[in-house]
């Protein structure tokens, strides 16, 4: 079945450092691919989504782009802030049932003042 | 505009005692779903309506696990008998005919 693999478990770092956040998916055809975020004592919240080969999703200083050529989804920011501290899901919903929305294992982000 | 709201925010309970879990969507929000979120992992869908009607329960456990939306609004997820497996934290979310899903703040269960 579809699949979210996200890489990193966990990811330590100091403000003003650059994010990368891997997510790699496995599905037919063009998924619509999410990256939600999840504020301890809080539900997911979504970040944004991009349904298209090379389309870019971004929202507070995120960006990810989509990439069929790899199946990747890969999260990026160039300077974290301490309030971005949070787990992250990569997740992708299938197109011939796109309600149905599966969830990566999630990156927990760890942003030192 | 209010967002969706879900009660109780915590449960204890020994092994074999029923719980139920209430959610309120979003006004208007035709679609809505229960995932169990164990610690430390993804969300997994159980399952999820359009309206009143049940579209996709096949990950539910049925055999304890039961749930219900039966005027196309508010929704309730219960366990008969849990177990200590079933220790997880249960959101619900709803959307508007896309799937740009709106999470409440979840459940914590705990079975002791």
């Known amino acids: 079945g579809d699949s979210v693999t996200q890489t990193e478990g966990q990811v330590a770092l100091s403000e003003e450092d650059f994010l990368t956040i891997h997510c790699n998916y496995s599905?037919?055809?063009?998924?619509?691919l999410f990256w939600y975020v999840q504020y301890p004592g809080e539900g997911p919240q979504l970040l944004f989504r991009?349904?298209?080969?090379?389309e870019k999703g971004s929202s507070r200083g995120f960006e990810a782009t989509y990439d069929k050529g790899t199946t990747s989804f890969h999260l990026r920011k160039a300077s974290v802030q301490e309030s971005d501290s949070a787990v992250y899901y990569c997740?992708?919903?299938?197109?011939?049932?796109?309600?149905?929305?599966?969830f990566g294992k999630g990156t927990h982000l760890h942003v030192l003042p | 505009e209010a967002g969706v709201t879900q009660s109780p925010r915590y449960a204890v309970l020994q092994e074999g005692q029923a719980v139920s879990f209430w959610c309120d969507p979003i006004?208007?929000?035709?679609?809505l779903y229960w995932y169990q979120q164990p610690r430390d992992q993804g969300p997994q869908l159980l399952v999820y309506?359009?309206?009143?009607?049940?579209?996709?329960n096949s990950q539910l456990p049925s055999d304890r696990f039961s749930a219900v939306r039966p005027k196309g609004t508010n929704s309730t997820l219960k366990i008969q008998s849990a177990k200590q497996g079933d220790t997880a934290t249960y959101l619900c979310?709803?959307?508007?005919?896309?799937?740009?899903?709106?999470f409440g703040p979840g459940t914590r269960l705990t079975v002791l």
């Open positions: 979310a709803s959307s508007f005919w896309t799937n740009e899903q709106y």
């Open positions: 599905a037919s055809g063009y998924p619509t």
């Open positions: 991009a349904s298209r080969d090379k």
């Open positions: 997740a992708l919903s299938d197109r011939t049932n796109a309600y149905k929305v599966i």
């Open positions: 006004s208007g929000h035709d679609t």
């Open positions: 309506f359009r309206d009143e009607a049940v579209i996709d």
